[in-house]
Each structure stands twice: as C-alpha cells, then as structure tokens.
C-alpha cells in the first residue's frame, strides 16, 4: 500500500491563501461572519475541556499551554478589531501583523483573555455588519505567511486562524486531561 504524501508547510500556505482569495469575496460579510462565530464557538468549547488547574500546564516541552494560546487568540483578536475597524470605518492602512509567541504572563488570567476575546470579536463584527462589502477591498496588509490581504480575507482568516487554535487546543486537552472511558473504563470489566 502506497504511503500518503504529507503536504509540505509550503503546499498548506498555498492552499489556504488560495481558499481565503475565492472564499472571501464569494462570501458574503455576513457568512464570514457566521463561519467565524463557528470557529470561535469550537475554540471555546475547545478550552472548556481543561480544567483552570492545567491551564498554564505546558504539556510537552517546547508547545504552549492553553492560556498561552488563549492569550495568542485574544492578541490576535484585537488586531483583527483594530486593523479592519481603521480600515473601514476611516480607510487607514493597517500595520502589517508581527506574530509573535509570547508566553502568558502569571497576572493574566483565563477570565479576563475569554472577556476580551468576546469583546473583541463582538467589536469586529458590528462594524463589519455596518459597512460596505465593497469597501476598500484596495487596502492590504501583511501576515509574515499569508502575506497581503485586504479585510475580508483577513476575517475569513480569523476563522481558519481560530479553528487552528480549536484543534491545538483539543491536542493539549488529549495530552493534559485524563480521558473518560480509557483504561480506568476497561478496568471496570
């Protein structure tokens, strides 16, 4: 039986720039939307599997933790508000996003990161659901990956970006939480 190739970091990139090209004007801002608020429903059902006693456990060394990813979420959040709210509210060109991996700091807390997530994210889709759908398509600005993209990639890329998170959250989860059903399950027979 033949292996099955993996897809190179190259091949992916490729892939999902093309799909967040097509997908993000065959969309509507209102399905963009909708598909983020999906995404963001998985991450959050996603962290709601690790207890606050794990949730600053690294589970292998060398990965983040689940607040660590929280709080990369909730950075990224609130640029995604920044960066499309100046774009169409004012028509200013955004900064290109430098994505940094910053471990949590003790003082954050899980609460406070999942407030300003929903803040954030409430924040977005108001003035997306405000605007013009043709606004400003002209105006880019640049993922060190992705590279450039006007606002309705970047809101479909929030939805890709975020189920990402969902799934690295679930591996930390699978790696942190003892599961219900394993071992302890079999032993009872």
């Avoid at 897809?7 to 983020?36: C, D, F, K, M, N």
């Avoid at 929030?158 to 079999?186: F, N, Y």
């Amino acid at each position: 039986m033949a292996e099955e190739r993996r897809e190179t970091r190259e091949e992916e990139v490729a892939r999902i720039r093309s799909y967040l090209g097509s997908q993000s004007l065959r969309r509507t801002p209102a399905q963009l939307i909708e598909t983020l608020q999906e995404a963001q429903q998985q991450f959050l059902a996603a962290g709601a599997t690790i207890p606050d006693a794990l949730f600053r456990t690294i589970p292998r060394e060398g990965e983040w933790s689940a607040i660590d990813v929280l709080l990369h979420m909730r950075t990224m959040a609130a640029f995604d508000d920044s960066a499309i709210t100046a774009v169409l509210e004012r028509g200013e060109q955004p900064p290109d996003i430098q994505d940094a991996i910053i471990p949590a700091p003790q003082e954050v807390t899980r609460a406070d990161l999942l407030a300003d997530l929903e803040r954030f994210r409430a924040q977005l889709i108001a003035v997306v659901q405000r605007a013009d759908p043709q606004a400003h398509l002209d105006i880019t600005w640049s993922h060190p990956e992705f590279g450039a993209m006007h606002w309705r990639e970047w809101l479909l890329f929030a939805r890709v970006h975020t189920l990402d998170h969902a799934r690295q959250t679930l591996a930390i989860s699978a790696a942190l939480v003892p599961q219900k059903g394993g071992a302890e399950h079999e032993a009872g027979h």
